[in-house]
C-alpha cells in the first residue's frame, strides 16, 4: 500500500536552509488528483499547513511562509521536496508530508501521512 | 485567512460516552471540512472529509455534520483506543487551516 516516508537532517542552523524528501512508495507519484503536501507541528503545538506541490510543479504555498519556501518533485525518484530558508527557532517543528486529494465537490483533505521527522533549528 | 475554532480545547471522558466536539469557521466554508485523530508521538489520521463521509477504514462510531461554518465531529460510544487529540481542518480556501485541537482524555 501507499507509504510516505519524510527524510532530511534533524538539525539546521539558525538562518541556513531546512531541506526534506518525502519518499513515496506504493504508487507513482505522478497520478492524477493528488497532490503531495507537507504540515508542520511545533513542539506541543497544532498543525500548520505549508504548502503542496502537484507532479507538474504547480504549487500552493501558506503566504506567511511563501518567501521562504519551495517545493518540488522528482518524479523520476518518486519524491517531493521541501526547501525553507532563513530558518529560526520558529521553525523548529515535526515535519510530516502527506498525500493531499482533491476531488472539488467531493472533498480536499490529506489521507496518507509520513511519520513524520523532527527538524530543530539551534546553533 | 479563514480562521478554525474548536472547543472544547480537552474534555474527559469514560468508556462508553457520547462525545461531540464542535469547530467554527470564521466564515462559510460549505462542506470543506475536514477531521483528523492525532495520537502522542504519531501523525494524524483523517476521520472525515466532507463535513460527513467517513474515511474508509474508519469505525462508523464515528460521524461528522454541519455546513457553513459550523461542524460537530460525534463519537458515538468512546472507546479506550479513542483517546488522543482531534484537530478540523478547512479546505475551503488556501491557505489551508486547522483548529487549534481538542485533546479527549479518559476520565
Known amino acids: 500500500q501507499l507509504q510516505l516516508q519524510e527524510s532530511g537532517p534533524g538539525l539546521v542552523r539558525p538562518s541556513e536552509t531546512l531541506s526534506l524528501t518525502c519518499t513515496v512508495s506504493g504508487a507513482s507519484i505522478s497520478r492524477s488528483n493528488y497532490y503531495w503536501g507537507w504540515i508542520r507541528q511545533p513542539p506541543g503545538k497544532g498543525l500548520e499547513w505549508i504548502g503542496s506541490v502537484y507532479y507538474t510543479g504547480t504549487t500552493n504555498y501558506d503566504p506567511s511562509l511563501k518567501s521562504r519556501v519551495s517545493l518540488f518533485v522528482e518524479t523520476s525518484k518518486n519524491q517531493f521536496s521541501l526547501n525553507l530558508s532563513s530558518v529560526t527557532a520558529a521553525d523548529t517543528a515535526v515535519y510530516y508530508c502527506?498525500?493531499?486529494?482533491?476531488?472539488?465537490?467531493?472533498?480536499?483533505?490529506?489521507?496518507?501521512w509520513g511519520q513524520g521527522t523532527m527538524v530543530t533549528v539551534s546553533s | 485567512d479563514i480562521e478554525m475554532t474548536q472547543s472544547p480545547s480537552s474534555l474527559s471522558a469514560s468508556v462508553g460516552d457520547r462525545v461531540t466536539i464542535t469547530c467554527r469557521a470564521s466564515q462559510s466554508i460549505s462542506i470543506y471540512l475536514n477531521w483528523y485523530q492525532q495520537k502522542p508521538g504519531k501523525a494524524p489520521q483523517l476521520l472525515i472529509y466532507?463535513?460527513?463521509t467517513l474515511q474508509s477504514g474508519v469505525p462508523s462510531r464515528f460521524s461528522g455534520s454541519g455546513y457553513g461554518a459550523e461542524f460537530t465531529l460525534t463519537l458515538s460510544s468512546l472507546q479506550p483506543e479513542d483517546f488522543a487529540t482531534y484537530y478540523c481542518?478547512?479546505?475551503?480556501?488556501?491557505?489551508?487551516?486547522f483548529g487549534g485541537g481538542t485533546k479527549v482524555e479518559i476520565k
Open positions: 502527506a498525500r493531499h486529494f482533491r476531488n472539488g465537490s467531493s472533498g480536499d483533505g490529506f489521507d496518507i
Open positions: 466532507a463535513a460527513s
Open positions: 481542518q478547512q479546505s475551503y480556501r488556501t491557505p489551508l487551516t
